[in-house]
């Protein structure tokens, strides 16, 4: 083998083992984050004509990327459509992530995907290995479009009658996008700033097709893989995806049946409401806390238990390898089996009959302390920089972590310090802390020495 040929293999394997692709990920996000502020802080982007400061620009960038729906400034309202479409290019390029839609052009143009991008891609949903990762991303693409395709028609058919044939496309495809990615922006800032879908609260129609998109797009492309390639065999589900598919479901079912016993009666929310339209907007806001940021009924007219129920569901989130935040369902699920096991006595976590791994069970209880204390410590430091009550803060950070969106409605006057650390939360929460940790802080070493065990008194 010629020497020159040998040198560039030994350059191409040195740069594969430097290769760290959730870094890239990171970067990659934070790129476009710092492109979209940029582009929104430009006059054509705003209606007045004037420059926007930086910290809302960058605000906005990151709830766009990060998928959140937090919001300093009314979309409709404050964006011209050019700062719209800046803002949903950052919601769909934050949803799918950025590697898979460059990978899009690389399907386009039918060149070769290789190592490195398919490694990228690994990180980027999340998937466990390199086997079929290429077939992953492009259903998901495909599912993708087509999901927020069929969503924009029907949205679209709800939003003419209001808005004419360019306001309804435009507001239908926008909305659609948004309700995939589990963004919760929206354009509806005209029937009053800050009030996102409460003017649709009696429509089934609306409600019902982003419920939908905010389902599907939370379960993962992961999961929507092993549907479509089993979707005969149902039993030939993997039990990620069996997990992921029951713990939705339970979520979903159970927060409504919450919301609806608790503001059954409440007349800021559910309580004036008839009997099929309280159903209705229970579930909805069941589903909406799965990172999506919607809001029908009013976030801040809900009761303190509500508000509470309402951080654990956004805190829990959708499921990996999804467009949406939060823990998972999956991380959440390995906990309740190493609760089950703990209490059964035994010290191997399993579910039917097979054994999840002891570094999967740290990631889990690692991940989740980790989340636990960024939120309260998030929680106790905006209640004290703006004086707002524990409650309402606690909805704030843990919407913000889980790239949720809904607000009781103090986003928009807490100070510059309380943004910027939402603006961290939600780089967090949609990069992931674990995939951040590898990023930049994990660095793997084999132990030297193993020492004494110790006993420990615990309880």
């Known amino acids: 083998m010629p020497f020159q040929l040998r040198q560039r293999l030994y350059n191409r394997l040195r740069s594969m083992q430097n290769l760290n692709p959730a870094r890239i990920v990171v970067t990659s996000f934070a790129i476009v984050i710092l492109t979209g502020a940029l582009l929104l802080m430009l006059p054509i982007a705003s ?51 950025f590697m898979t839609v460059i990978t899009l052009a ?62 309804g496309i435009w507001r239908g495809i926008f909305h659609s996008i948004s309700a995939f990615c589990n963004a919760g922006f929206d354009l509806l800032g005209n029937n009053g700033a800050f009030t996102s879908l409460l003017s649709y609260n009696g429509n089934p129609v609306v409600l019902l097709t982003i419920m939908s998109l905010i389902v599907i797009g939370g379960l993962g492309f992961f ?30 079912v159970g927060g409504a049946l919450f919301f609806l016993a608790v503001e059954w009666d409440n007349p800021a929310t559910l309580g004036e409401m008839p ?13 909406t806390l799965r990172t999506a ?53 035994r010290s191997e976590v399993t579910l039917r009959g097979r ?10 209880m690692t991940l989740t302390m980790i989340v636990l204390i960024l939120f309260l410590a998030g929680s106790m430091v905006i209640s004290v920089a703006d004086g707002e009550a524990f409650l309402p803060a606690a909805f704030e950070t843990a919407s913000a972590m889980g790239t949720v969106g809904v607000t009781t409605g103090i986003t928009p006057g807490l100070s510059a310090f309380s943004h910027v650390f939402l603006i961290t939360m939600m780089f967090l929460g949609r990069v992931g802390i674990m995939s951040f940790s590898v990023a930049f802080l994990a660095r793997s070493r084999p132990a030297k020495l193993k020492y004494p065990t110790v006993e420990f008194m615990v309880g």
Not at 58 to 76: E, K, N
Not at 127 to 153: Q, S
Not at 275 to 287: D, H, M, R
């Open 47 to 97: 209606r007045d004509g004037q420059v926007t400061p930086f910290l809302t620009c960058l605000f906005t960038a990151t709830s766009s990327t990060c998928v959140t729906g937090l919001i300093m400034v009314d979309t409709w309202v404050h964006w011209t459509l050019f700062g719209q479409i800046v803002i949903i290019l950052m919601i769909q390029l934050g949803g799918l992530g």
């Open 106 to 167: 690389s399907f386009a143009l039918r060149r070769r995907i290789g190592l490195s991008e398919r490694l990228i891609m690994v990180s980027t949903l999340n998937l466990n290995d390199m086997d079929g990762v290429v077939r992953v991303v492009r259903h998901a693409l495909m599912g993708t479009f087509l999901f927020e395709g069929v969503g924009a028609i029907l949205l679209t058919f709800c939003f003419i009658p209001q808005y004419g044939a360019l306001g």
């Open 223 to 252: 999961v929507w893989e092993d549907i479509f390639r089993h979707w005969r065999q149902p039993r030939s589900l993997s039990l990620y995806t069996k997990m992921v598919l029951l713990l939705t479901g339970a979520l979903i």
């Open 275 to 287: 009997l099929w339209k309280k159903i209705l907007n229970g579930f909805f806001q069941s589903v």
């Open 293 to 345: 940021g919607f809001d029908s009924i009013g976030q801040g007219g809900l009761r303190d238990s509500s508000l509470a129920m309402s951080c654990i569901l956004m805190l829990i989130g959708g499921s990996s390898g999804s467009t949406a935040g939060g823990l998972k369902t999956a991380t959440v699920g390995i906990l309740l089996l190493t609760i089950r096991a703990t209490l059964a006595g």
């Open 355 to 364: 054994a999840i791994s002891h570094s999967r069970v740290m990631d889990a």
